[in-house]
């Protein structure tokens, strides 16, 4: 099994910054990917981002690139997700995702967090 728990989220203003962590346990955390994905209200829920095993490897949504960095801490089980100029469409439930598969960019996602609210308002 593997448990993985979103914190950082928050209100802010457009044009400000905020940082998820993920932090995960119950499996060997650096072999997987790991993503991001987002859902806004009455919305369906969209991929951000991912990152691979080593953090080499990076892929944004077209929304988010330039804005939003990605990166893991193998050694403390932990993905972060740097998002900078923030604007209200971003406003969303952020969950991160751990993949077992090896196919790249990852097209399934096995486990998922609770999430954490992201706010910008404008």
């Known amino acids: 099994q593997v448990q993985l728990v979103e914190s950082g989220g928050g209100l802010v203003q457009a044009g400000g910054s905020l940082r998820l962590s993920c932090a995960a346990s119950?499996?060997?955390?650096?072999?997987?990917?790991m993503s991001w994905f987002r859902q806004a209200p009455g919305k369906e829920r969209e991929f951000v981002t991912s990152?691979?095993?080593?953090?080499?490897?990076?892929y944004y949504k077209d929304s988010v690139k330039g804005r939003f960095t990605i990166s893991r801490d193998n050694a403390k089980n932990t993905v972060v997700l740097q998002m900078n100029s923030l604007k209200p469409e971003d406003t969303a439930i952020y969950y991160c995702?751990?993949?077992?598969?090896?196919?790249?960019?990852?097209?399934?996602?096995?486990?998922w967090g609770q999430g954490t609210q992201v706010t910008v308002s404008s």
């Open positions: 990152i691979n095993w080593s953090g080499a490897s990076t």
């Open positions: 995702s751990l993949s077992y598969g090896r196919r790249w960019p990852p097209d399934e996602f096995d486990y």
């Open positions: 119950g499996r060997t955390f650096s072999r997987y990917t």
